[in-house]
């Protein structure tokens, strides 16, 4: 009889990806996937740790499976993932009706973990060795890639995928708990990495973002030399049935003018950048262990200026660090309206255990200024990426359709009109009125209307001129 297994999952496209993976790897051992907990004989929580915040709320969905538990003992509940590897017994202490805790090194396991349960070992763990147990060599042998066979529907689209070509962080960001739970750097071989990449070209994927927490510092050495992420592109590159190719997320250091010009010289690469720059202030930089000054930032960004003018810049910051003054924030409002990303993604400072900031620097920021500094910074990033965007207004953009939007009414599979979305080859968002049909085409649509986050248009047809015969 077959088993049934429902899945959920928080944090980054790593997870994500880890999730298809694991999904992929259990439907070869006879599950089938459902959608709610309660039709599901294994009950997955994919979890991530990066703020406190998503920590409480995977507890706190934990907590109401208690009941379930109790009611319904056969039911197995797994808790994988970043959270997994930090926390470790600590899971099963706060939550003692969990039977596996797997880090997002040890996934490959889960299959003979839950054998174990069904012959009677009781609970099981299988976590990396965390970086203080042994030699760097020993530490990232623990910490395992997994990249099992690709299960085309379990993604997101089926012209979509992500490919990891790098795990783990060695950048030690003093707030960042990610070189902990997801262990040294490594690169995946470049053998590997086209191999996954064919396959999927050969499953119909179009569109492929390779992954790494620092994916353009990637390097992976052979005695035939090394291979860096230029290098992996132009070799992806020649992949037919590959249309777009992305890579997130990028360090400012490793943001060279040979990863700038292959990516320019290379029609399928986007010219769409992720480069978080953290703060604006170079006391909070410091503090915060990043290894660059707002001045490296800035050469690094005129320099995606001058390869790639018409690239889009998006960037990550951090509000309240700590010893974060008014003054330093406002210094990141400054690099905000200077380098006008596309967008930014804005956090509160959570204070992670395990970490340098944690053991050394104190939490001062009151939460109410972290708050109001949060929304601050998110109304001039609006801002800017509203008057960008209303640049678009009349262009014609080319655009990969993913599918249905969300706002999208799909009560009628048969309707004629459906809002749909899709992306530009610099990942702005772009919905318009078409149907299902046109999902993974490359579509020119017209932009009309415009948001912070959204284009708004019609796709352009060629305009039949009458004649008047
Ligand atoms: N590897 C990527 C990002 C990983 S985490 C990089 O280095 O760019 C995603 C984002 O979460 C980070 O860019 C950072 O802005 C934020 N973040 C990480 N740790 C955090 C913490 N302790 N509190 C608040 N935000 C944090
Ligand atoms: Fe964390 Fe810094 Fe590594 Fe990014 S580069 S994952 S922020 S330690
Ligand atoms: Fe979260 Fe781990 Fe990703 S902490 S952001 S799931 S690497």
Avoid at 120 to 148: C, I, W
Avoid at 209 to 237: C, F, I, K, M, P
């Amino acid at each position: 009889m077959t088993k049934t297994v429902y899945i959920k999952t928080v944090g980054c496209q790593m997870n994500v990806l880890d999730s298809e993976m694991v999904i992929a790897d259990l439907k070869r051992h006879g599950y089938r996937v459902v959608e709610t907990p309660a039709e599901a004989d294994l009950l997955l929580y994919n979890t991530c740790s990066i703020r406190e915040q998503a920590e409480e709320k995977t507890y706190s969905a934990l907590g109401k499976l208690r009941d379930t538990k109790a009611r319904h003992p056969d039911k197995k509940i797994g808790v994988l993932g970043c959270m997994a590897q930090k926390d470790q017994e600590v899971i099963f202490r706060r939550a003692p009706f969990v039977d596996m805790v797997v880090g997002p090194g040890q996934l490959h396991a889960l299959p003979q973990l839950i054998t174990n349960i069904d012959s009677g070992e009781g609970r099981q763990m299988a976590v990396s060795l965390s970086r203080t147990d042994g030699k760097q060599a020993v530490v990232a042998r623990s910490h395992e890639t997994f990249d099992p066979l690709r299960d085309p529907s379990q993604r997101p689209t089926p012209f979509q995928a992500y490919l990891r070509i790098q795990i783990g962080c060695d950048k030690f960001c003093t707030y960042c708990v990610v070189p902990n739970t997801r262990g040294p750097e490594q690169g995946r071989s470049p053998a590997e990495i086209l191999a996954e990449a064919r396959t999927l070209a050969d499953q119909g994927c179009r569109e492929i973002t390779l992954l790494g927490q620092t994916v353009n510092s990637y390097r992976h050495r052979s005695d035939d030399g090394d291979t860096d992420l230029a290098a992996l592109l132009e070799q992806l590159h020649e992949i037919d049935g590959i249309q777009r190719l992305k890579f997130v997320t990028n360090y400012p250091k490793d943001m060279t003018e040979r990863l700038l010009t292959t990516v320019r010289d290379l029609p399928k690469c986007s010219p769409y950048l992720h480069v978080p720059a953290q703060s604006g202030s170079d006391e909070v930089l410091k503090r915060m262990k990043r290894g660059y000054t707002i001045a490296q930032y800035m050469e690094m960004f005129e320099r995606i200026e001058s390869i790639l003018p018409e690239a889009a810049v998006s960037s990550d910051f951090i509000v309240g660090f700590c010893g974060e003054t008014d003054e330093d924030f406002q210094k990141s409002v400054k690099l905000i309206e200077r380098c006008r990303f596309k967008n930014s993604f804005i956090f509160q400072y959570s204070v992670r255990g395990g970490t340098k900031a944690a053991e050394r620097l104190e939490d001062d920021v009151p939460r109410e200024v972290k708050a109001a500094r949060n929304n601050e910074l998110l109304a001039v990033q609006d801002r800017i990426s509203k008057e960008d965007n209303e640049k678009l207004i009349g262009s014609t953009v080319e655009v990969l359709v993913e599918g249905p939007s969300k706002k999208a009414d799909t009560s009628d599979p048969d309707a004629a009109v459906v809002q749909m979305t899709g992306r530009t080859h610099c990942d702005r968002i772009v919905v318009f009125d078409g149907n299902r049909r046109q999902a993974g085409q490359m579509l020119d649509i017209h932009v009309d209307q415009v948001s912070s986050h959204t284009l708004i248009g019609r796709v352009r047809t060629v305009e039949l001129v009458s004649i008047g015969l």
